[in-house]
């Protein structure tokens, strides 16, 4: 019942956020030529059409007719429930209401780091070959790896239990252990590449020969990773420049993003009050960067090397 409730109240605030863009508009009344479609007095425009459907960019041109018009029917078939939503004001409800206000500061603070990321330079020439040249392991002398992997999430057992049992222990009977323990835990075997394992990870396996294997300890755990096999697979710096320059710009947006958070901190005027007052004196959290500014991932980073190869 509680998750049946939760589902209807999400997509009663989604209705209902959409009623606002929908609405934005109504104030200029549109030509009948940029409007898509009518739903009792409510307009959609063309253009929130086209806007729904810029994400997919690799859309085939005989497919994007059709999905434009199924586009149309899904913001019809929304605004029909954004009316009724409203009907009956739903749209009052402190739920929707609270849902609603974080979501227009999650986008109006997305809006805003978006800007300030904008605003900065491309990384330089210069800045691209240097990260080239640090990180050999990602690029000029790149490897996939075969793994073996055991991951443990945080309290399952602590790292120097699991350090003193991996150093008399093989893989497999190691592994043994944790069943016979009742240690919680993953297994999986992986072939992967340098820039798809977290940094901690991967400077792990740089130290590793074949058949050992290391304790890493990772945010969410810990991991016992045990090198089966590696094989060259690098990548040259033409081909490396896109993918480098994402990362970097993205390290640049990060640092900005947090210097310009401070700088605004320091001239507010902030108070801490009844039971989170005792954390006045607390340091401030690292501001993360927005989605649109955030370093790529080891999926992104393999797309992009991908493409330019």
């Known amino acids: 019942m509680f998750a049946d409730t939760q589902f209807h109240l999400r997509s009663l605030v989604a209705v209902v956020i959409v009623s606002l863009a929908l609405s934005a508009c109504e104030g200029d009344r549109k030509p009948a030529t940029q409007l898509a479609a009518k739903v009792n007095t409510d307009e959609i425009s063309v253009h929130q059409v086209n806007n729904a459907l810029s994400g997919n960019r690799a859309l085939p041109a005989d497919k994007l007719e059709g999905a434009r018009r199924e586009v149309l029917d899904r913001l019809i078939y929304q605004?029909?429930?954004?009316?009724?939503?409203?009907?009956?004001?739903?749209?009052?409800s402190p739920e929707v209401v609270m849902a609603m206000d974080a979501a227009r500061r999650d986008i109006l603070t997305r809006a805003y780091f978006g800007k300030v990321a904008s605003t900065l330079p491309q990384p330089e020439e210069d800045a691209v070959h240097q990260y080239?040249?640090?990180?050999?392991?990602?690029?000029?002398?790149?490897?996939?790896?075969?793994?073996?992997?055991?991951?443990?999430?945080?309290?399952?057992?602590?790292?120097?239990?699991?350090?003193?049992?991996?150093?008399?222990?093989?893989?497999e009977e190691l592994a043994a252990w944790l069943?016979?323990?009742?240690?919680?835990?993953?297994?999986?075997?992986?072939?992967?590449a340098a820039e798809q394992f977290a940094p901690e990870v991967l400077r792990g396996l740089l130290a590793l020969k074949e058949g050992q294997m290391t304790v890493v300890e990772l945010k969410g755990g810990l991991?016992?990773?045990?090198?089966?096999?590696?094989?060259?697979?690098?990548?040259?710096?033409?081909?490396?420049?896109?993918?480098?320059?994402?990362?970097?710009?993205?390290?640049?947006?990060?640092?900005?993003?947090?210097?310009?958070?401070?700088?605004?901190?320091?001239?507010?005027?902030?108070?801490?009050?009844?039971?989170?007052?005792d954390g006045a004196e607390a340091p401030p959290r690292v501001v993360q960067a927005p989605p649109a500014a955030r370093p790529p991932t080891a999926v992104d980073l393999e797309k992009g090397v991908a493409a330019l190869r």
């Open 79 to 92: 605004q029909l429930a954004v009316q009724q939503a409203i009907e009956e004001k739903l749209d009052r």
């Open 132 to 171: 080239y040249d640090d990180h050999p392991e990602l690029f000029a002398e790149r490897r996939v790896y075969s793994v073996q992997e055991l991951f443990m999430p945080a309290g399952a057992l602590s790292a120097a239990a699991l350090r003193e049992q991996a150093a008399t222990h093989t893989f």
């Open 179 to 192: 069943r016979a323990q009742k240690v919680a835990h993953v297994a999986r075997t992986e072939r992967r």
């Open 223 to 277: 991991a016992v990773i045990r090198l089966v096999a590696s094989v060259p697979a690098p990548i040259d710096e033409s081909s490396s420049v896109k993918p480098i320059q994402q990362l970097l710009a993205a390290q640049q947006a990060r640092a900005a993003i947090s210097a310009d958070v401070e700088r605004l901190r320091a001239r507010a005027r902030i108070e801490y009050l009844n039971e989170f007052a």
